[in-house]
C-alpha cells in the first residue's frame, strides 16, 4: 500500500491568485515527480527530484516551481495561476534504485483557475 | 528516447467477456514496461510491469500482459470482465533516464 498524499484533492481560484498544491509521502523515497494530467491526453512530466535539495524540470514546460527541502515534501508552487493551469496535477515517488522500480501516485489535485 | 501508442481511447465490453487494451512501445535501449490503472478520482495504480524476467506477466485483478519484442508489443489482457474493471489504464516504457513515457490511455466500460 503507497503512502502519498495530496492536499487539497480540488481548487478552484481565480486569476492572478498564488497556489501551493502539498504532496507528502511516508515512505522514505528518494525520487520523487509532478505530472499534469488532461482527458485523453498522457501524462507529461513537469518536475521531478532526486533528493533533498535536487529539483529538475520534466518534458513539459510549466510555469510552476518546487522544492525539496525535505525528503518526504515535495510541494509545487503557481505564482500566479491562470486559465491555462487547469488541469490535474499527479504527484508521485519511487525508490530510485532503477529502470525498473514502480512509481506509487497520489489521489491527485484538480485545479481549475477562473 | 521512448514512447508508448495505445491503440483505442475506448474499450467497451460485456460483463464475462474478454478484456484486451492494446500497448506498442519504442525505445532505444531494452525496455521496462508498465501498465498502471486509474479509477475515477484517484491516482494511477500499478497493475503490472514487465522487467525482462519473463514475457508472460501476471498483474492483479486477474490480469496479465504479454511482452512481444517482435511486434513492439505489451498488450494487457483479462479474461473474464468484471463490473469493478471499469477505469482508465495507462501503458508506460522506462526509458535511459529512468523516467516514464507514458500512453494516452484507453478508457474501458463494462456492460451488464
Known amino acids: 500500500e503507497a503512502d502519498i498524499y495530496q492536499t487539497p484533492r480540488y481548487l478552484v481560484i481565480g486569476t492572478g491568485k498564488k497556489i501551493t498544491l502539498e504532496c507528502s509521502q511516508t515512505?522514505?523515497?528518494?525520487?520523487m515527480y509532478w505530472y499534469q494530467q488532461d482527458p485523453g491526453m498522457e501524462l507529461h512530466l513537469i518536475h521531478y527530484?532526486?533528493?533533498?535539495?535536487?529539483?529538475e524540470k520534466g518534458d513539459l514546460s510549466s510555469e510552476s516551481t518546487v522544492s525539496r527541502i525535505r525528503t518526504e515534501h515535495f510541494p509545487l508552487t503557481l505564482e500566479s495561476a491562470r486559465p491555462s493551469h487547469t488541469s490535474q496535477y499527479l504527484c508521485?515517488?519511487?525508490?530510485?534504485?532503477?529502470?525498473?522500480?514502480?512509481?506509487?501516485f497520489g489521489p491527485g489535485t484538480r485545479l481549475l483557475v477562473l | 528516447a521512448q514512447s508508448v501508442t495505445q491503440l483505442g481511447s475506448h474499450v467497451s465490453v460485456s460483463e464475462g467477456a474478454l478484456v484486451l487494451l492494446r500497448c506498442n512501445y519504442s525505445?532505444?535501449?531494452?525496455?521496462?514496461l508498465f501498465w498502471y490503472v486509474q479509477y475515477p478520482n484517484q491516482g494511477l495504480q500499478l497493475l503490472l510491469k514487465?522487467?525482462?524476467?519473463?514475457?508472460l506477466v501476471k498483474g492483479i485483478n486477474g490480469f496479465e500482459a504479454e511482452f512481444k519484442k517482435s511486434e513492439t508489443s505489451f498488450h494487457l489482457t483479462k479474461p473474464s470482465a468484471h463490473m469493478s474493471d471499469a477505469a482508465e489504464y495507462f501503458c508506460?516504457?522506462?526509458?535511459?533516464?529512468?523516467?516514464?513515457?507514458f500512453g494516452a490511455g484507453t478508457t474501458v466500460t463494462v456492460r451488464a
Open positions: 515512505m522514505g523515497h528518494d525520487k
Open positions: 508521485a515517488s519511487s525508490e530510485g534504485r532503477g529502470r525498473q522500480e514502480t512509481q506509487y
Open positions: 525505445s532505444s535501449v531494452p525496455p521496462y
Open positions: 527530484s532526486y533528493g533533498v535539495n535536487s529539483t
Open positions: 508506460a516504457v522506462s526509458g535511459r533516464d529512468y523516467k516514464l513515457s
Open positions: 514487465y522487467t525482462s524476467a519473463a514475457t
